[in-house]
């Protein structure tokens, strides 16, 4: 398994450990010019999940990936926190921010992978 792969995999299982929801892969490796090869996309539903989702997507890729951010930006107000893995870009969003910025339209060229969500 190639590390981009290892390091979405683990980012993944932080998001559904705090019940992250409507997680979509975007695969933009057949794209041209994108500033990274992934983007992982999911929501929570408030404030405070999506920092917890946050933390917990920083704990499961230092364990399981032995990887760190090198950036974590709008953690201060929590609707919409982007992690760079260089390679990946996390996205976590509350419903609101996630419908109104509608990454995975402005990505349609990528190939989209949806993960269902765990209850």
């Known amino acids: 398994m190639n590390e981009a792969k290892k390091l ?3 980012i993944t ?3 559904q ?3 992250g929801k409507k ?3 975007a695969d933009l490796t057949q794209i041209d010019d994108t ?3 992934y983007f992982v ?3 929570g539903n408030s404030p405070s999940q999506v920092s917890a989702i946050v933390d917990s997507i920083r704990d499961f890729t230092r364990k399981g990936a032995g990887s760190k951010p090198f950036a974590i930006d709008g953690l201060r107000n929590a609707e ?3 992690m760079d893995y260089s390679d990946v870009l996390v996205h976590v969003f509350l419903p609101e921010k996630r419908e109104f910025y509608n990454l995975e339209h402005l990505w349609a ?3 989209l992978t949806q993960i269902p969500d765990i209850d």
Do not use: L, T
């Open 23 to 25: 997680i979509v892969i």
């Open 8 to 10: 979405i995999q683990q």
């Open 35 to 37: 500033i990274c090869n």
């Open 41 to 43: 996309i999911c929501q």
């Open 13 to 15: 299982e932080g998001i």
């Open 80 to 82: 919409w926190v982007a």
């Open 17 to 19: 450990d705090k019940k």
């Open 109 to 111: 060229d990528a190939k």
